[in-house]
């Protein structure tokens, strides 16, 4: 077994724990950050039983990403690492974030600067290693601003450029490493509690979590959860803005 470690910022999200689930049945060693420690310990002990090799967690607050670099290091533990996977957001409300510019700022901290400085972080550390994946959760949302998440949207649009910024750079440098967003639908997670649920749009944890492992391993760098989003932000990106602002999407 390879002496690899996958490391999860953003460990307590419902798409994370899938695909943890997925690392630990192939036996891989997992750090997982979050910043509930309870339920940090609670996934840990469940991944170890389901094989995972070893399971360390760290408690803190992903918004702050100061100590981005030195913290990646030090999760590390000397083994070479095989993915970086950031799952970590807040949807907020975009109500309250239009009036709220505290709020606002909340969302586009956690969403796009932080997001953006972690993968910064772990793009540097793959490529120093010539290996390993960094794979970042984005949001369709980014695709076309929405009166109904436009905030959110756009932090997730910026982050988006940026992983992909991070894909090419690699690319071009013949670096045997590899940076994929991946970008969901609707899924079925506690972010989506307040919607109602059901219908071909809705993903489970799972379907998105199995995209997320392949695209550690190869594709992307740009991967739509399930595919056929693809398809729909094309055409939802293409309708003209007279007709696009007669509906409340
Ligand atoms: N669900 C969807 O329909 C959907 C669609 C497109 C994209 N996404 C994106 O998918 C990713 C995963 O979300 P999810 O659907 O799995 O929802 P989720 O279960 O609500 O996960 C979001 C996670 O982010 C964590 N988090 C937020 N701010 C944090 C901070 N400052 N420090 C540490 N952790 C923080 C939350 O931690 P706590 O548990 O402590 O609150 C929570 O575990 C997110 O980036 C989301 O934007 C979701």
């Not at 905030?151 to 991070?166: C, F, N, T």
């Amino acid at each position: 077994m390879s002496r690899e470690r996958v490391i999860i910022l953003g460990a307590t999200s419902g798409m994370a724990d899938a695909t943890a689930r997925l690392y630990a049945a192939e036996g891989a060693a997992l750090v997982l950050v979050g910043r509930r420690a309870d339920r940090l310990e609670e996934l840990a002990a469940d991944l170890r039983a389901r094989g995972a090799r070893a399971v360390e967690v760290a408690a803190i607050d992903l918004a702050d990403a100061s100590r981005a670099a030195e913290r990646l290091a030090a999760w590390r533990r000397g083994e070479a690492v095989q993915a970086v996977l950031l799952f970590y957001g807040v949807l907020g409300d975009q109500s309250r974030a239009e009036v709220d510019l505290g709020h606002a700022r909340e969302i586009l901290e956690t969403d796009f600067t932080s997001a953006a400085l972690w993968s910064l972080a772990a793009a540097n550390l793959l490529e120093a290693q010539n290996s390993g994946a960094l794979v970042v959760v984005g949001s369709v949302a980014g695709d076309r601003g929405r009166q109904s998440n436009y905030v959110y949207g756009a932090a997730k649009a910026g982050l988006g450029v940026l992983v992909q910024g991070i894909a090419h750079r690699l690319a071009l440098r013949g670096s045997a490493a590899r940076a994929a967003l991946v970008k969901p639908g609707f899924v079925d997670t506690a972010m989506t509690d307040h919607m109602k649920k059901g219908g071909p749009l809705w993903a489970k944890p799972d379907a998105v979590a199995r995209m997320i492992r392949k695209a550690a391993g190869a594709g992307g760098p740009v991967v739509y959860a399930p595919g056929f989003w693809r398809l729909i932000m094309l055409v939802i990106r293409v309708i003209p803005a007279p007709l696009f602002h007669r509906r409340a999407l």
